[in-house]
């Protein structure tokens, strides 16, 4: 039997890298579990996880550390025999589990057990016997799927931390070289530069190969086996030529090497074994999986991919089993809210394949299609209601499946479907860092596609906006001007509404602020007429910036008519812009208490839109109260911390929008009543926030405030003040909640209600506060959680 001091764990013969959330994880659960299973899809590093786990463990088990792979046994009655024969025990019986327990009672021994996914069954059955018999055995297994013992804790292992799509271009410049290890440097560029100076002695990152090793190991997905195998491939390539053949196919990366497992000689044979271990219909359901791009809610799947020998049904089901068996991972609702669910790129270019070779790609292509192109039209209304914040997150959680789905129409000069998919868009582009891409999209289908329809007036509409927020004015109005043409040709009066929107807002870039309040009161009246409320809102909002900036005194007018529209209307952004006109018309008429109370309600709102243009907007605002209150050193802050946000903005357009209410001046004021020293120490302060950063401490919620700023209340003293405005214990949670953006759905899900209950709770809130929407509940909330100044 085994004796102290024992064990088979092999030596390793490479160096460990990364690893270390797992690690710290996996040493925290074996305290206290019996059965640790390593779960994660092939190639991901979960053998070699395991046997670094089992390393470091070592001295803690009297009877050593033992390690069995059963990826060549086949036959799970061999089980018992095998794991007796990796103990050591050959001279000894151990054909049943029976066998197998008596020679494991009181031993204290940790037994890694490898590779389990193809004897799932057996194998949950012999452990289930051991662990009850033996109550000194450990068991750490990896697997692609849960074994489903009593008492076994799973612990998922993603792949290694990767480059994301933009940050090689952020690294191609002025950055200083790392070595491997680096903590400046993902892991999966760790692994790949280790690997690499293995096969390629002396290989260093530097500036000359930095942009080339992020981008593979983006392409990689920090993939550690892909990775492996890209590295060795430099004895013989270059890493641009690497680079190219990884947009080949899976069969382009190979290991040369006479020890690797056959399932691990090249990432397709890796994904085949774990296709091998799916079930019929997992299998036609992984394929049809792969016409989605980064991600997919299971609303969405049951919508694409049911049909023929899959019902509409089973899916819930079929995706439980995928990702039991690490095809998919869940990201997202940890606390057991909404998720998605996601499939690495190598296991979808394999789907894919087989799709395509069951000759379904196309089908299911325009099944998708069909399902994001009605998910973009949902903007044609929720983005002026209180649905709008859900349905923006929606879309943008779904950018990429709306690109996968624009792009398979351009592929059929299906333009017309463009324009479809993407016009509707319009209120997501504004934050959402993709106006340079759909404006290409609109552009390209305008050009391709000149039928006279209304889809092709609301792609120019929304082509104008795109332009106008690129700061591209002449085209904006150009576009515009020529969907206001098409649109009386074709009788759609609230389409030529949007467009004279578009006209005025494209006007304010010609700097005739004279020109652009005519227009913008013209387009209120036809929104008006038309019964087009949000483009009148819209038009309200110009008309009370170009005002403010001539210092007409309708400003204040017509901000609060935006504002109410918008309030009645109950749409969250265009709340938070008819509060942020509103605070400068205040500001502007020496109102600076209730100016500042406007700006902070404004900034919740377009935070939880990710409009980082509106943070800085508002930090920009709330810098001229402050400096009106005599808060100077506060005021150089709110400035810096403004830059810190533009610097992340998508759109140059709000920045120009600020600068032309002739603000400049207050700066002017700021930097001599502090002197130069004091305010670039102050400006600079707030310029190293991070966007978050910068909006706790605009509304007054973050760590070293000034004296003159009044402290967030604390969350008990937030629920005390909206019970004490009458509402209940719950139904002040469920103002919070309201406040955050959520919809019925996930605060019931929040709640571990019903959604009928949650709806119950937010109709009595609005009867008692006697509002008409969500978002006046909202901005009501918003201003109880804070202590008065």
Known sequence: MPSPDQGNLPAEVS??????????EARALLVSTRLLTLIGSGGVGKTRLAKQIAAEHRQAFRDGVWFVDLTDITDGDLLPSVIGARLGLFHTPTETAGDLAGHLRGQHLLLVVDNCEHLIEPVAVLLHDLLAAASGLRVLATSRQVLGVTGERVLPIPPLAAPPADEAAANRDGVAPAGPGSPAIPDAVSLFADRAAAALPGFVIDNSNRDLLYRICHRLEGIPLAIELAAARLRAFSLDMILERLDGSLRALA?????????????????????????????????????????????????VCSGGPILREQIFDLLTGLVDKSILTRKGGSGGGPSRLKMLGLLREFGIERLRNAGEEAQFR???RDYFCALARHGQTAYFSPREMEWARRVRDEHANLRAAAEYCAELHDHASVMAIVAPLQLYRVGASYVVEEYRWLASAL???????????????????????MGNGDEAEQRAREAADLADALN?????ADAACGIARASFHGGDRARTLRLSEAAVALCTASGNLAGACDALYRAAVTALGMHDGRAADFARASLALAQEHGSPYRIASGLWIDGFCLWRAGDHQFATARLRDALPLYEARGFIEGIAMCCEGLALTASALGQAEHAATLKGA??????????????????????????????????????????????????????????????????TQAPARRPADAAKALVAEGLTRREAEVAALIAEGLSNRQIAERLVIAQRTAEGHVERILAKLGFRSRASVASWVVKRQRIPE
């Open 15 to 24: 160096s460990f890298i990364g690893r270390t959330a797992e690690l710290e």
């Open 255 to 303: 290991s040369t090497l006479r020890t690797t497992p056959e399932r691990h000689r090249t990432l397709e044979s890796t994904v085949a074994w774990s296709y091998g271990l799916c079930s019929a219909p997992e299998q036609v359901l992984w394929a049809r999986l792969s016409v989605f791009a980064d991600g997919f809610t299971v609303d969405a799947v049951e919508d």
């Open 366 to 368: 325009r099944h998708h």
């Open 447 to 469: 050009e391709h596609d000149c039928t006279p329809s209304e889809t092709r007036a609301r792609a120019l509409v929304a082509c104008s906006y795109a332009a106008s927020l």
């Open 492 to 496: 759609l009066p609230g389409v030529a």
């Open 642 to 707: 403004a830059h810190a946000a533009w610097r992340r903005a998508a759109a140059p357009f709000p920045q120009a929008v600020v600068r032309s209410l002739g603000t400049d001046i207050v700066d002017e004021q700021i930097r001599k009543a502090l002197g130069e020293a004091r305010y670039v120490a102050a400006f600079n302060h707030g310029a190293a926030f991070s966007v978050a950063e910068a909006a706790r401490y605009a509304v007054g919620d973050a760590p070293g405030l000034t004296l």
